[in-house]
């Protein structure tokens, strides 16, 4: 795929990943500065604007550098912005960051949504259209697991407790069968495979896509043991303090994204077809599944590691 220079700026800047500041968030004294600003100055700081869009870490940082910066990229082409990546070390990190408003946009989990747009407010922006999103429980192709019955009492991976169809959706349907299962939260996607894939966990959750995207020398060694129903996908979501104009440019940009072969292009890349418009009330799937039982974002125990698991930890 030829990359162009604005490609290369954005890949440029997804080095930076642990700065997440927002191009809008300013201090309360320096926003009443900036209202006082006429017309021609507002327009000329919007064009000039840079949008943080933080990614949630389902993988290593510089995978979804390498996936989302050429969309990012597209996106920017000839628009009143410049959009930016950003992530976080691991999910609990980026939940964090979503409950200070760290991202003017971002791309989360189900289960994200409907806890974040409660507060700090994020609003619906797209979400891949015609997709529902699956959960997946892998274990070693020479495990000799045939079933979820045999998970009882066996040693799980997870991402994070809020990583929605990763942890959540398997985790649910585990507790609907009595399954008592020892649980370890290693942080991302990858984590959880690789830590089944050195026998360090009998199994793990994951989702197809990032399975998918994953390197085939850990996923060769794997094998899918149960996936979940569909439900709504992830959103994009934006935060309140974003202008209405910039929103609704960059909402027909992610639509009009696979129109083009070079979007389309992009958008295969990431593993995805095309995006459609979004509202709140398509996340209503999740919010009625009264997940008010499970560990909701940032209620996280102290002694739970979210961290790869080391050879021999228990």
Not at 145 to 150: A, H, T, V
Not at 224 to 247: D, F, S
Request: hydrophobic share 40%; with cysteine; aromatic share 8%.
């Amino acid at each position: 795929m030829k990359i162009s220079r604005a490609s290369v700026k954005v890949l440029f800047l997804s080095c930076a990943l642990s700065v997440t500041g927002s191009a809008f968030g300013e201090s309360n004294e320096k926003a009443r500065e900036n209202n006082q600003l006429d017309s021609h100055h507002t327009i000329t700081k919007i064009k000039t604007s840079t949008i943080t869009f933080g990614v949630v870490p389902q993988q290593a940082a510089s995978t979804l550098a390498r996936l989302w910066s050429p969309v990012l990229s597209e996106l920017s082409q000839n628009a009143n912005f410049q959009l930016r990546f950003a992530t976080a070390p691991d999910i609990p990190t980026f939940e964090k960051r979503l409950a200070s408003g760290e991202y003017d946009v971002a791309y989360m989990n189900p289960y994200h949504y409907t806890v974040f747009h409660e507060a700090p407010g994020y609003q619906a922006l797209v979400k891949q259209k015609g997709k529902q999103i699956k959960g997946i429980i892998v274990v070693r192709q020479d495990s000799s697991i045939q079933s979820l019955d045999e998970l009882k009492d066996k040693k799980i991976a997870f991402p994070a407790p809020a990583a929605f169809a990763a942890s959540v959706l398997p985790r649910a349907n585990l507790n609907l069968k009595g399954l008592e299962n020892e649980v370890k939260y290693v942080g991302s996607h990858d984590s959880v495979y690789l830590a089944v894939a050195q026998g360090l966990v009998d199994a793990g959750g994951g989702v197809k896509r990032t399975f998918k995207t994953m390197d085939r020398t850990t996923t060769d060694q794997l094998r899918v043991l149960w996936e979940t129903p569909g439900y709504t996908p992830h959103a994009v979501a934006v935060h309140p303090r974003v202008p209405t104009n910039i929103v609704e440019e960059l909402r027909q940009g992610f639509i009009e994204l696979s129109s083009s072969s070079q979007g389309a292009e992009v958008l295969n890349v990431l593993g995805f077809k095309s995006f459609e418009t979004a509202k709140n009330s398509d996340w209503d799937d999740i919010r009625a599944l009264g997940l008010g039982t499970f560990t909701k974002p940032l209620e996280i125990r102290s002694e739970t590691a979210h961290k790869p698991l080391a050879k021999g930890e228990q």
